[in-house]
Structures are given as structure tokens and as C-alpha cells.
């Protein structure tokens, strides 16, 4: 089992930046890709980023690519999304997930998922 708790959603205005966080406990932290989901009023949950189990693989969805940036540590067992240059498209709640594949960009290969956090940018 793997909890996952993310951190770090708020407003900002357009143009501005935030960095998720998202904390994984239980089993081996560098076992599971991670990747990042968001979910907009309305919508269906989509892909967002991924990086695979050792961090040397990374994808984005085209709507975020060279704004957004996946990294994680596992010393600290932590999966970070770095967001700058947000619009207020961007507004989501967004999920950290885990899956036990080596690399994953769909939701039904993840395993584990976390509750979210809302991201709200203003224009």
C-alpha cells in the first residue's frame, strides 16, 4: 500500500508559479513511476506529467509542456510539479499518483491516488 498526500495548490494570477508536492509513505518510494493528473469543474481527469521509477523519463501533456516540469527525490520519497507561466486553464484539482509500472501517462495505470490539491489561477 502507498499513501500519497499532496501540498502546495492556491491562487495566483496568470504568469505566476507554484510548485506541487507530493509526499509518499509505505512501500518502496523509487519502486513506482509517479505522475501528476488534474481534474477541472466539468471535466474529465486528465494527464498531466510523468517520471519513471528512476527519474530518468519524463512526460507531458501538450498543454503543459515547457511550462511544467516533473522531478522527484527519493530521499524524500517526493514528487514535485513545477508550474510556471500558468493560465487560468490551468485551474484544476490536481492528483498525484503512483503506479507500478515503469512509466505511465493513463489513469488506469496507476495504482494509488491521492485526495488533491486546487490549483486556481486568476487572469
Known amino acids: 500500500q502507498v499513501q500519497l498526500v499532496e501540498s502546495g495548490g492556491g491562487l495566483v494570477q496568470a504568469g505566476g508559479s507554484l510548485r506541487l508536492s507530493c509526499a509518499a509513505s509505505?512501500?518502496?518510494?523509487?519502486?513506482?513511476?509517479m505522475g501528476w493528473f488534474r481534474q477541472a469543474p466539468g471535466k474529465e481527469r486528465e494527464f498531466v506529467a510523468a517520471?519513471?521509477?528512476?527519474?530518468?523519463?519524463?512526460y507531458y501533456a501538450d498543454s503543459v509542456k515547457g511550462r511544467f516540469t516533473i522531478s522527484r527525490d527519493g530521499a524524500k520519497n517526493t514528487v514535485y510539479l513545477q508550474m510556471d507561466s500558468l493560465k487560468p486553464e490551468d485551474t484544476a484539482v490536481y492528483y498525484c499518483?503512483?503506479?507500478?509500472?515503469?512509466?505511465?501517462?493513463?489513469?488506469?495505470?496507476?495504482?494509488?491516488w491521492g485526495q488533491g490539491t486546487q490549483v486556481t489561477v486568476s487572469s
Open positions: 509505505g512501500r518502496i518510494f523509487s519502486s513506482y513511476a
Open positions: 517520471i519513471s521509477r528512476n527519474g530518468d523519463s519524463t
Open positions: 499518483a503512483a503506479s507500478r509500472r515503469r512509466i505511465a501517462t493513463r489513469d488506469y495505470e496507476y495504482d494509488y
